[in-house]
């Protein structure tokens, strides 16, 4: 099983950005997915979360009415849709999913990452 990011890159402030992450393998369900960031210097930090089906979301106060998550869960894919970036919106931005593979074990995983520069 594995999670890749893709979508990031540089925009200005007030642009806006989609993120993707797909999950791919022995997959028997995807649960919650969720996009975490780490900027230099600082530890990683949730972004924003769904739930399995999509019907509930939360996110952090800081980016809260301005990212969108959501999913697709016939592609198995998470995005977030980042419109009006701040310049502290510059991170590496990473994918998380619960997922059951096929084997029914239940585990974390991660993607690798992908850099969002947002420029003034």
């Known amino acids: 099983v594995q999670l890749v990011e893709s979508g990031g890159g540089s925009v200005q402030a007030g642009g806006s950005l989609r993120l993707s992450c797909v999950a791919s393998?022995?997959?028997?369900?995807?649960?919650?997915m969720a996009w975490y960031r780490q900027a230099p210097g600082k530890e990683r930090e949730l972004v924003a979360r769904?739930?399995?089906?999509?019907?509930?979301?939360n996110y952090s106060d800081s980016v809260k009415g301005r990212f969108t998550i959501s999913r697709d869960n016939a592609k198995k894919t998470v995005y977030l849709e980042i419109t009006n970036p701040k310049p502290e919106d510059t991170a590496v931005y990473y994918c998380?999913?619960?997922?059951?593979?096929?084997?029914?074990?239940?585990?974390?995983?991660w993607g690798r990452g992908t850099q969002v520069t947002v420029s003034s």
């Open positions: 769904i739930s399995p089906f999509g019907t509930s979301t």
């Open positions: 998380w999913a619960g997922i059951r593979d096929a084997s029914r074990r239940r585990g974390d995983y």
């Open positions: 393998g022995s997959i028997f369900s995807v649960l919650s």
